[in-house]
């Protein structure tokens, strides 16, 4: 076989596997249409695919308008994984930012070509600087670095394909340039690059495919475990937090507080359940503003909600439960229902050892405590056994 045409094939390897990841990428969109960053990393592995076919396949055959309708593709290739890349996590270099450095580049390879050829300038040039925007977007995502498993290998690998182009560059190309075509072909540089484009452009690849089915993912889990009226944590999510919070701070003292809307059934019967709704959200937006940080709050039932304190013995349990009592009493729902005043009742559980269900259970019967004496007050009480939820 034509030793040209098995290296033509060899080196339209990578190439082809970023059409196969564009082709992934934009099936996934189409599955999941808000995820736009998506479309724009289908463009970008085409478009560097398109730009490398063009090298490998001398299209166009002059070498001017090669050098130049590959350096566009290339450029913004990179520009539209960089820009997929910050949309995901919200971010964005800027529509101006995106025009004018695609300017630059191009306008240098046009200059280093047609006024001063420099084949060394051009390749400098395009490594050095598509690696510079790489390590930009490394640092606006730098936040990631400690986020959750997929993100961190997101931001790791976009560190380390942004740094590769420059000990590659200067390695394996020095600062002699080429004496033909052919030599530049069958260059060092040429093979490593090819061979870092199917290595570690797949490997950035995975890491954004990765991530993207990591969002799906904690969407997924959102939808189960987020209570849709009220936006806060439903009964089987605050279960989860607790049992999350428990492993991370490793308590044996925890206090759990239970919230119950006094003579919620009348505002129903006199409103409608409309109103009852509205009344449901604005007791949740109380609870989470009075909340601490670290608080879980949650609607574990009808007009009853929940709050997880860690590493809260009884008297601060008590403390915070009153708190929030107070914040429903002096909050105003004339908004929402023509009765300025809505008041709840609670009841608290405080465990140095057992299980959730006996806190859940303790708690619950100090609320009914408080219900059945006047409502609009605290109840409090111990119980054992609490490790773990």
Same mark, same amino acid.
């Given at each position: 076989?034509?030793?040209?045409? +098995?290296?033509? $094939?060899?080196?339209?390897?990578? @190439? ?6 564009? !082709?992934?990428?934009?099936?996934? /969109? ?6 736009? #960053? ?17 090298? !490998?396949?001398?299209? @166009? ?14 450029? %913004? ?28 580049? /191009? ?20 490594? *050095? ?26 931001? /790791? ?14 390695? %394996? !190309? &020095? ?7 052919a030599v530049f072909e069958n260059s060092v540089f040429w093979q490593a690059l090819q061979l870092s484009l199917a290595v570690l452009g797949s490997g950035f690849a995975l890491a954004i495919l990765a991530a993207s089915v990591a969002d799906v993912i904690d969407d997924l889990r959102h939808e189960r475990d987020i209570d849709h009226l009220t936006g806060i944590l439903?009964?089987? &999510?605050?279960?989860?937090? !607790?049992?999350?919070?428990? =492993?991370?701070?490793?308590?044996? $003292? ?20 409309? +109103? ?22 949650? =609607? ?17 349990? #008590?403390?915070?439960?009153?708190? *929030?009592? $107070? ?15 809505? $008041? ?11 299980? /959730? ?10 609320? #009914?405590?408080?219900?059945?004496? &006047?409502?609009?007050? %605290?109840?409090?009480?111990? +119980? ?6």
């Open positions: 076989m034509d030793p040209a045409i +098995v290296r033509i $094939t060899l080196s339209l390897i990578g @190439p082809g596997i970023l059409v196969v990841f564009g !082709i992934a990428f934009a099936s996934a /969109w189409l599955i999941d249409r808000k995820r736009n #960053y998506l479309l724009l990393l289908a463009g970008a592995c085409m478009l560097f695919a398109m730009g490398a076919a063009s090298q !490998i396949l001398h299209c @166009p055959v002059d070498i001017g308008l090669n050098a130049m309708v590959s350096g566009a593709l290339y450029t %913004t290739a990179v520009l539209m994984a960089v820009e997929g890349v910050l949309l995901r996590s919200e971010r964005s270099l800027g529509l101006g930012a995106n025009i004018a450095i695609f300017v630059v580049f /191009w306008g240098l390879l046009w200059y280093f070509f047609y006024v001063d050829r420099n084949l060394i300038a051009r390749i400098y040039i395009q490594n *050095f600087g598509y690696g510079i925007i790489l390590l930009v977007a490394a640092y606006r995502l730098s936040g990631l670095a400690g986020g959750r498993l997929g993100d961190r290998i997101l931001f /790791w690998s976009l560190l380390a394909f942004g740094l590769h182009f420059f000990p590659r560059t200067i390695l %394996t !190309i &020095g600062f002699s340039e080429p004496i033909d075509p439903n009964r089987r &999510g605050f279960e989860d937090a !607790i049992a999350t919070a428990v =492993r991370r701070s490793g308590s044996v $003292t925890a206090s759990l507080i239970l919230c119950d809307i006094d003579h919620f059934k009348s505002i129903n019967d006199a409103h409608g359940h409309e +109103v009852g709704d509205r009344v449901l959200q604005e007791i949740a937006k109380v609870l989470l503003r009075t909340k601490r940080k670290r608080d879980v709050v949650g =609607r574990v039932g009808g007009e009853e909600f929940a709050i997880f304190l860690s590493d809260t013995d009884g008297t601060e349990a #008590y403390e915070c439960a009153e708190r *929030f009592r $107070t914040a429903i009493s002096e909050a105003n729902f004339s908004h929402v229902v023509d009765r300025a005043r809505i $008041t709840a009742s609670f009841g608290i559980a405080t465990a140095t050892g057992g299980r /959730w269900k006996h806190l859940y259970k303790s708690a619950d019967n100090r609320l #009914y405590e408080a219900k059945g004496s &006047g409502r609009n007050r %605290t109840v409090a009480s111990s +119980v054992s056994n609490f490790v773990s939820v």
